[in-house]
């Protein structure tokens, strides 16, 4: 099992930034990625990004590249979110992910809510 806890959401201004962290415990070795995905109001739960822990490639949702960073720390086991130039459309409640040994995206934090004011 793995446990993950979001810290770091907020109210922001649009153009703002906001900087979310991850802290996973348990049987970390067994998840190949972290993610981070969100859910705004009234709509389905997308990816964010993800990043590799062994050698810390990424990936992100065009709606988000060139704004959004995802950061590793391996002796921490923590996995950051650094989110600049804040829009009204990046309001959602932000998840952390890992996924399985099989690689599924299965184990999630309880979610912080992010967010941005017009």
């Known amino acids: 099992q793995v446990q993950l806890v979001e810290s770091g959401g907020g109210l922001v201004q649009a153009g703002g930034s906001l900087r979310l962290s991850c802290a996973a415990s348990?049987?970390?070795?067994?998840?190949?990625?972290m993610g981070w995905f969100r859910q705004p109001p009234g709509k389905e739960r997308n990816v964010v990004g993800h990043?590799?822990?062994?050698?810390?490639?990424?990936f992100y949702a065009d709606s988000v590249k060139g704004r959004f960073t995802i950061s590793r720390d391996n002796a921490k086991n923590t996995v950051d979110l650094q989110m600049n130039s804040l829009k009204p459309e990046d309001t959602a409640v932000y998840y952390c992910?890992?996924?399985?040994?099989?690689?599924?995206?299965?184990?999630w934090g309880q979610g912080t809510q992010v967010t941005v004011s017009s």
């Open positions: 992910a890992a996924t399985s040994s099989g690689g599924e995206w299965h184990y």
């Open positions: 348990g049987r970390t070795f067994s998840s190949k990625f």
């Open positions: 990043i590799r822990w062994n050698d810390g490639s990424t």
